[in-house]
């Protein structure tokens, strides 16, 4: 057993097809059966934010094109 630093990482390469996570959303005003394809998982934050009528100016990518019209 060894000390190790306390910073840390999240998630793993995209270069690894068999490592990526899923994405499901349900709910009021989310587009059923909408099929996103391969997502960025840094649209999520933005994402849930425009749902819970948030504002995220500092946010690297838009919103997924999910809620309904």
């Known amino acids: 057993v060894s ?5 840390g990482s999240h998630g793993y ?3 690894h097809p068999e490592l990526r996570a899923s ?5 009021p ?8 394809g391969l997502i960025d998982m840094r649209s999520e934050a933005p994402t849930f934010a ?3 009528g948030i504002p ?9 094109p ?3 019209k």
Request: zero cysteines.
């Open 3 to 7: 000390e190790v630093p306390t910073s």
């Open 13 to 15: 390469s995209p270069e």
């Open 23 to 27: 994405f499901f959303i349900a709910g």
């Open 29 to 36: 005003g989310i587009r059923p059966g909408h099929d996103l």
């Open 50 to 52: 425009r749902y819970l």
């Open 56 to 64: 995220f100016p500092t946010a690297e990518l838009p919103p997924l």
């Open 66 to 68: 999910l809620l309904a």
